[in-house]
């Protein structure tokens, strides 16, 4: 009978470890641009909160690989960014979006259709640059998440 006691007692415990839930993960990265000048928008979906990166390759080292990081706490600074390369496209040469750590200058030569602009993107002592159409696959990227979802 003690024994029976002390089995029953002890599964609980270990039932309770059976059934905890482990933390789990998802991650999307999406190619904004390909190798050798990489830039990738990542999504990281914890459990409890879900990270925004962009990851560039930093211009300025053209001798080595120097990849760059840029996070965003939350999609609402994301969509800042979109915002931001948005009003960029519809505006003029030389106009500068400035953000709290890093900006984005459009430059437009001016044998250049406005569909070929370039931008270029500071943060820090890291640079890099994109083209319009570049732009473009970010502001949908960007735009297409949803809070939660796993997939844009």
Same mark, same amino acid.
């Given at each position: 009978m003690n024994?029976? &006691?002390? &089995?029953i007692? !002890?599964i %609980?415990?270990?039932g309770?470890?059976?059934?905890?839930?482990?933390?789990?993960?998802? $991650?999307?990265?999406y190619?904004?641009?390909?190798?050798?000048?990489? !830039?990738t928008?990542k999504? !990281?979906i914890?459990e @409890?909160?879900t990270?925004?990166y962009l990851?560039?390759?930093?211009?300025h080292?053209v001798t080595? $690989?120097s990849?760059?990081?840029m996070e965003? /706490?939350?999609?609402? /600074?994301?969509?800042?960014?979109?915002?931001?390369?948005?009003t960029?496209?519809n505006?003029s040469?030389g106009?500068?979006?400035e953000?709290e750590?890093?900006t984005?200058?459009?430059w437009? =030569? =001016?044998? $250049?259709?406005?569909e070929d602009?370039?931008?270029?993107?500071?943060?820090?002592?890291?640079?890099?640059? &994109?083209?319009?159409?570049?732009?473009?696959?970010l502001?949908?990227?960007?735009n297409?998440y949803? @809070?939660r979802? %796993?997939? =844009?």
């Amino acid at each position: 009978m003690n024994l029976l &006691f002390l &089995f029953i007692s !002890i599964i %609980p415990l270990h039932g309770k470890a059976l059934l905890t839930k482990t933390d789990s993960i998802a $991650v999307d990265s999406y190619e904004v641009r390909l190798a050798p000048w990489q !830039i990738t928008m990542k999504r !990281i979906i914890g459990e @409890t909160d879900t990270c925004y990166y962009l990851l560039f390759r930093d211009q300025h080292a053209v001798t080595s $690989v120097s990849m760059t990081t840029m996070e965003f /706490e939350n999609l609402e /600074e994301l969509k800042y960014v979109a915002k931001g390369l948005a009003t960029l496209k519809n505006g003029s040469n030389g106009d500068i979006a400035e953000y709290e750590h890093f900006t984005i200058k459009k430059w437009q =030569p =001016p044998t $250049v259709k406005k569909e070929d602009a370039w931008y270029i993107l500071s943060y820090g002592a890291a640079v890099t640059n &994109f083209q319009q159409a570049q732009a473009n696959r970010l502001i949908y990227i960007i735009n297409n998440y949803k @809070t939660r979802s %796993p997939h =844009p």
